[in-house]
């Protein structure tokens, strides 16, 4: 046999639609390197595959629903949330995850981002935090640190910026952590964690955006955003969340800080409605092939 008939199968492959690869992520760019770890830790679940919807909004990281082999949900802008929680009231056996970046999450999908952290609505959600709004051309979001330069601050930003993991703790999320592209292994391990855990669970993974943030404020290359990942973090699991603030050129506060248990919005609903709360019907048996149900 030669070395040209030896192929190597890696499992994640079987998680990713290879007829969308490659991706339309930018050299450099952090996400990939996030879903590669989501897709080892999903390999090492328990789950039932076929029973779990990943939903994306908005943006560059809104094109991970589309690369993975999932029931797979590309939504509007800002609204991945309320359509996941849609998904997760109508059929309380899937195991949803929403993936999306923070300019979809936390600008203008912010409201909803509150309030189901305030429900502890029983979702998994992954935010890619490049800190600019990237695909629709390096406007500043929420989550821009004060001073930077973007397309639409081309003076610095003279915004105060988001602190996500702070905002979904005092919101009432049950699982708050935040790692970096450059924390492969432990954001691995966090991920498997948080997909066992129940309730609203918020995973904030901060990712190079070497075409718009790294620049528009020249700070190098995506090489020079992980050498400054390594030397600028810090893991503090349980850290108090008002103490993670990012500021420039400060310590990046990194590690899981929010592990807590709290009824759950279904829970809840299902114990207060007592008697009158009835299950929806049974989900119609889908024709894999096909995409629809028998009854189609």
Not at 14 to 22: A, K, S, Y
Not at 190 to 203: D, M, P, S, V, Y
Request: hydrophobic share 35%; aromatic share 8%; charged share 20%.
């Amino acid at each position: 046999m030669s070395t040209t008939d030896l192929h190597v199968h890696n499992p994640v492959e079987d998680l990713l639609r290879q007829d969308r690869i490659p991706t339309i992520w930018c050299p450099g760019c952090g996400i990939g390197t996030s879903v590669n770890s989501f897709a080892h830790a999903l390999l090492k679940q328990n789950i039932d595959l076929n029973k779990t919807a990943i939903v994306s909004g908005i943006g560059c990281s809104g094109r991970v629903s589309g690369y993975m082999n999932l029931d797979s949900f590309h939504t509007t802008h800002g609204r991945a949330i309320p359509f996941a929680t849609g998904l997760k009231l109508a059929n309380p056996e899937l195991n949803v995850i929403v993936y999306s970046g923070d300019g979809d999450l936390a600008a203008i999908g912010g409201n909803h981002l509150i309030h189901a952290a305030r429900r502890n609505m029983d979702i998994l959600v992954v935010c890619i935090n490049n800190m600019i709004y990237a695909m629709t051309g390096g406007q500043a979001a929420a989550t821009t640190p004060s001073s930077s330069v973007s397309t639409t601050t081309p003076y610095g930003s003279y915004e105060p910026e988001l602190n996500l993991v702070q905002l979904v703790d005092a919101a009432g999320a049950c699982f708050v952590a935040r790692w970096t592209a450059y924390h492969v292994m432990q954001l691995e391990r966090t991920l498997e964690k948080a997909l066992k855990k129940k309730g609203f669970r918020f995973i904030e993974v901060l990712s190079p955006c070497p075409t718009y943030y790294q620049r528009k404020n020249n700070m190098g290359d995506a090489l020079q955003a992980m050498l400054d990942y390594k030397k600028r973090s810090k893991i503090q699991h349980g850290c108090p969340t008002w103490e993670t603030a990012l500021t420039p050129g400060g310590p990046i506060i990194v590690g899981e800080f929010v592990d807590r248990e709290r009824e759950d919005y279904l829970t809840r609903m299902r114990r207060q409605l007592g008697p009158h709360y009835s299950e929806f019907p049974p989900q119609l048996e889908e024709h894999v092939s096909e995409g629809c149900s028998k009854e189609c």
